[in-house]
């Protein structure tokens, strides 16, 4: 036996690396798929409106083609796409604006739609139909991709005038191996979150059975723009480090490359590290700077002491956007939202924990106002719920472990709660690729905690408020039971049986008013 | 106590009670706590008793309303039976008192007879009267023979009973030896307290009682209510009471509760404790003295050892060394004697064993 190994050996494209594992960007699981598919476009959608200042209206329709197979096209009223860089943000992976951009968004890595389009690639075969009106043109196109090369495939392409006012995304695809699902995990859960956690957006949803769900926006206010800023040094690894010194540095030294991109370093903490790595020639340019010295940079950023980085590159959604969005869409009967000042984690990355808890009324209840589930946990990041592995979240197992006995919630699974737990951050720590769940870092789980322990206090007061109130009367009317037998009693006791009804008059009134 | 004393009493703490009402203010009436941080072991006078502390019991308090409420009915009923000179048990109490509290209420004056116990406690500590004044039964246990003639005044007739004449049963001890019951004549020099009724039967048998002119009693275990009460009215007539029980924690007991009162019933106090009882045996130092008795000891069990240890904690009895002695052979030697173990000789020996006793002063404080 004597054959080559390396005779097939070829280098793959990340196309290709995606398209064998698709799973890492959420398609795994029929349902799963579906609701990514609408997740992905639906997140570009609102990204690029707060980006171009355009108060949100995103249309989803998505409809049965055949067993497992949908169609699903989504709408947007944002700036639309230039022709130039349409093919490229849907047809090839890891491009995109969001791309290496230190900025809170939805989306991060730049893979969603591109992804989106090899999911239907890859099902059907079929190309997915776009349509962008971007300032007065509009333009018409099929979308494939060439998967060995990582490029786009433009077809069919139409180009039009049309008024500049006429803006907006049409993202339009078939797509198998999907299914559609009315559960907690389905299209409608995920967009129903949607509109929770952006008040400002109106989101319509035409469902396959022809029903339409319209969640208009609560209200007229664009949120505002998260300031893009700087990597701390705390908030980065090695392979961050080396990302940054991609390229553009040819001229400068690594010294003034680490105070000219990152927030916080002096030329005194340059030298500081100095000290720490002296093997480290900071003199080099940052491009030749080997993954050995990242390393090490990198654990030195962990032994200097550092100004914790500015924490207005965070934009919550704010205590009363939420609590508007949870009496609009909920209809509870009572709303706690917390307000929280950002926090930091990993010593460099700030955050904002947001939690709302809507409890009583319609909350978990179906259009018959029959109790249709117990307690539920709505996790979000960055303004996107996230609807799928929720054991694995720090969210979930925070929730889970708080005692909520202690709130007067016996049980949270039985009762009419709905928590909302929001996670903003420039970079928010998901376990994975798919962006469902985050990942349990010991500053944000805390902070999780504390924030729902709040919130749990108030609805705390307002259940043992209503308690109270109901004890009151039943205590009233226990005493008052007795007084009847006692005034008789009495009566006779004191050899004064003419006076029972005096008696009993006497005490009827003390107790109406000791516990009125 | 007189029986108008107590009426007088019930009807007083019902007009205070009204009286409260009239002004508006919630019906209360205060009662000594009995939890066991306010049992005290009165040093002068030799019995537990209740120290200062004092609870305030009022209507209009969810958690107080009903057990006032049954206090009041129980204070009331008690009035009536004292009306009616009739007598009952506090179970008879329960029935006379467990029915509904009107149609639309879905719950009963008395649900259960243990609710009743506590609150003829707090009645007794109130008013400072016994169950027996407020014409409650308690069971009877306890049997008495010797030269003492009683005059019973029961159930509208008066009857004469002489305990020298009860041939081989005894009489037995009433619970109540206050309302109604008078001495007529007392001949006996003292009384003898024998804790098994076995050893009362082979002392009657005896007539041990008529030879050294004494007052037989046996409380059959631990002395009933009633029991207590006889002996303490005698040792007021001035008779001096030796006990006489097994050599084991629980024979000590019995002395002990007879002696200053139990921690149960130390709202009671003087009444039912009998602080000038002298012990007779059995004890441990009696082997040195007999001999015999070495063979005849039987392993204590768990609880005597762990009563004995509770024992020799209570400041009452480990203020005499005596006592902390005879505890500790137990302990150490982890043996008992019963009483029984008296007649091991000869059966005549155990009225032998007293007399020589009560001569040489060989009792214990």
């Not at chain 1, 791309?99 to 099902?123: D, E, K, S």
């Not at chain 1, 080099?284 to 914790?308: G, H, N, R, Y």
């Not at chain 1, 919550?316 to 709303?335: A, C, D, G, Y």
Request: hydrophobic share 35%.
């Amino acid at each position: 036996m004597d054959h080559d190994i390396f005779g097939e050996f070829r280098e793959y494209s990340v196309a290709e690396f995606f398209k064998k594992n698709r799973q890492m960007l959420g398609f795994s699981g029929k349902v799963r798929s579906l609701t990514t598919i609408v997740h992905e476009y639906a997140t570009n959608s609102l990204d690029a409106c707060d980006e171009a200042r355009i108060l949100p209206e995103i249309e989803v329709w998505v409809a049965e083609e055949g067993e497992e197979r949908y169609r699903v096209k989504v709408r947007d009223n944002g700036p639309g796409i230039p022709e130039k860089l349409l093919a490229s943000a849907l047809a090839t992976m890891l491009s995109g604006t969001k791309f290496n951009r230190y900025v809170q968004q939805r989306g991060q890595q730049g893979i969603g739609a591109t992804g989106c389009t090899m999911y239907a690639l890859i099902t059907t075969g079929q190309p997915v139909k776009v349509v962008s009106k971007h300032k007065g043109t509009a333009i018409k196109c099929s979308l494939g991709i060439d998967f060995k090369q990582n490029r786009p495939i433009v077809s069919d392409l139409i180009k039009e005038d049309c008024s500049p006012d006429d803006h907006g995304l049409e993202v339009e695809g078939t797509f198998a191996d999907v299914k559609y699902e009315k559960s907690g995990y389905g299209v409608g859960e995920y967009l129903k979150r949607t509109a929770i956690a952006n008040p400002h957006a109106t989101i319509i949803f035409n469902s396959p059975e022809g029903e339409r769900f319209t969640y208009p926006r609560s209200i007229d206010a664009i949120p505002r723009k998260a300031r893009e800023v700087q990597p701390h040094p705390l908030g980065i690894g090695p392979n961050d480090l080396l990302d940054l010194t991609k390229g553009k540095y040819e001229s400068t030294k690594l010294s003034s490359f680490l105070q000219n991109e990152f927030t916080r370093v002096s030329l005194n903490k340059v030298k500081e590290l100095q000290e720490l790595v002296p093997e480290v020639d900071f003199n080099m340019k940052p491009s030749e700077l080997t993954w050995e010295q990242a390393e090490k940079l990198v654990a030195a950023f962990k032994k200097v002491k550092w100004i914790a980085p500015e924490t207005d590159s965070v934009v919550p959604i704010s205590t009363s956007q939420i609590e508007k969005s949870l009496r609009n869409i909920l209809n509870p009967e009572i709303v706690y939202v917390t307000e929280r000042p950002p926090k930091i984690y990993r010593g460099g990355i700030p955050f904002v924990v947001e939690v709302g808890i809507a409890y009583g009324g319609d909350v978990n209840k179906d259009k018959e106002g029959k109790p249709a589930s117990g307690g539920v946990v709505m996790r979000f990041a960055n303004r996107a719920p996230l609807l799928f592995d929720a054991g694995g979240c720090a969210i979930t197992q925070t929730v889970k472990d708080i005692d909520w006995k202690r709130y007067e919630l016996r049980n949270f699974d039985d009762e009419p709660v709905a928590l909302l737990v929001h996670v903003v951050s420039v970079h928010v720590p998901y376990t994975s690729a798919g962006k469902q769940s985050i990942s349990a870092e010991d500053d944000l789980v805390d902070e999780i905690r504390n924030a729902v322990m709040e919130a749990g206090r108030q609805v705390q007061r307002h259940l043992s408020g209503k308690r109270k109130e109901k004890e009151k009367v039943s205590k009233k009317a226990a005493i008052l039971r007795y007084v009847n037998q006692i005034s008789g009693d009495l009566s006779e006791l004191a050899d004064e049986v003419k006076k029972k009804e005096k008696l009993r008059a006497n005490l009827e009134k003390m107790v109406q008013e000791r516990f009125e | 106590m007189a029986e108008k004393e107590t009426l007088e009493k019930l009807t007083g703490l019902g007009k205070t009670m009204v009286e409260q009402v009239d002004k508006g203010k919630s019906p209360t009436f205060e009662a000594s706590l009995r939890s066991k941080g306010n049992i005290e072991f009165d040093k002068s006078v030799g019995f537990l008793r209740l120290g200062d502390k004092k609870e305030e019991r009022t209507f209009l308090n969810v958690s107080q309303a009903r057990t006032f409420m049954q206090t009041v009915a129980v204070a009331n009923k008690a009035k009536k039976f004292l009306a009616e000179d009739l007598h009952t048990s506090i179970r008879g109490l329960y029935y006379q008192l467990k029915f509904s509290l009107g149609e639309d209420i879905d719950e009963s004056l008395f649900e259960e007879q243990s609710e009743s116990n506590a609150l003829v406690e707090d009645l007794e500590v109130a008013l400072s009267v016994k169950r027996e004044d407020l014409h409650l039964t308690t069971d009877r246990k306890g049997v008495v023979a010797g030269n003492m003639i009683v005059k019973d005044n029961f159930a509208g007739e008066q009857t004469e009973i002489d305990c020298a004449q009860q041939g081989r049963s005894g009489w037995m001890i009433p619970s109540d030896v206050d309302n109604g019951m008078e001495f007529v004549d007392i001949k006996a020099k003292y009384v003898l307290v024998v804790e098994k009724d076995a050893l009362w039967q082979r002392l009657n048998e005896d007539r041990f009682w008529k030879k050294d002119n004494c007052i037989l009693i046996t409380p059959k275990g631990q002395a009933s209510r009633g029991t207590r009460r006889l002996i303490r009215r005698l040792a007021d007539k001035g008779l001096p009471v030796y006990v006489f029980t097994d050599c084991d924690a629980w024979g000590w007991y019995i002395y002990w509760t007879i002696k200053t009162g139990s921690m149960n019933l130390a709202y009671l106090g003087r009444d039912f404790s009998i602080p000038e009882a002298k012990f007779l045996g059995v004890t441990m130092s009696d082997i040195e003295k007999f001999p015999f008795l070495k063979k005849l000891t039987i392993k204590a069990k768990e609880i005597d050892i762990k009563r004995a240890e509770e024992m020799i904690s209570y400041p009452w009895i480990n203020m005499h060394p005596e006592w902390v002695s005879e505890l500790n052979k137990v302990l150490k030697t982890g043996q008992k004697i019963e009483q029984d173990a008296l007649q091991g000789e000869r059966l005549t020996f155990v009225g032998e064993y007293i007399r020589q006793k009560i001569k040489n002063k060989e009792w214990l404080p």
